[in-house]
């Protein structure tokens, strides 16, 4: 299910400590898997540059993972479309009946209610 070799995009991930975002990415990272962070607040977590878009990143990305609520709206997953990224991996309480549906009209993989953290255990 969750590969080292591929490439993770942390949507939002940050610096702060109190976010579930930043130990999601703490999580990947300390596991030696390829993550990045994808934040326009943020330069660099982990010592790792941060990207304000995906598309910052000009590298191939195997998954987009969403920690942020789904009120947001789908401009991130219309960017996930645009660049071909197969995979979306929704995190508890990150997921909605439209963000499912899109990625079912769309052709994209995409996995929810399922937390990235214990699965890459």
Do not use: H, R
């Not at 070799?5 to 703490?26: D, G, P, Q, R």
């Not at 326009?40 to 790792?48: D, V």
């Not at 941060?50 to 609520?69: E, M, P």
């Amino acid at each position: 299910m969750i590969d080292p070799k591929l490439t993770y995009a942390v949507i939002w991930a940050s610096n702060n400590v109190e976010k579930y975002w930043y130990k999601v990415f703490k999580d990947l990272i300390k596991k030696w898997f390829n993550a990045i962070a994808i934040n326009p607040n943020e330069k660099e977590i982990f010592w790792k540059k941060a990207y304000s878009t995906l598309s910052d990143f000009k590298w191939k990305i195997d998954f987009a993972i969403f920690v942020l609520s789904p009120k947001f709206s789908l401009a991130i997953l219309e960017e996930v479309k645009k660049l071909w990224i197969q995979k979306v991996w929704f995190q508890p309480g990150a997921e909605s009946d439209e963000w499912i549906e899109f990625c079912k009209k769309n052709d994209i993989e995409y996995i929810a209610n399922a937390c990235v953290m214990i699965q890459s255990s």
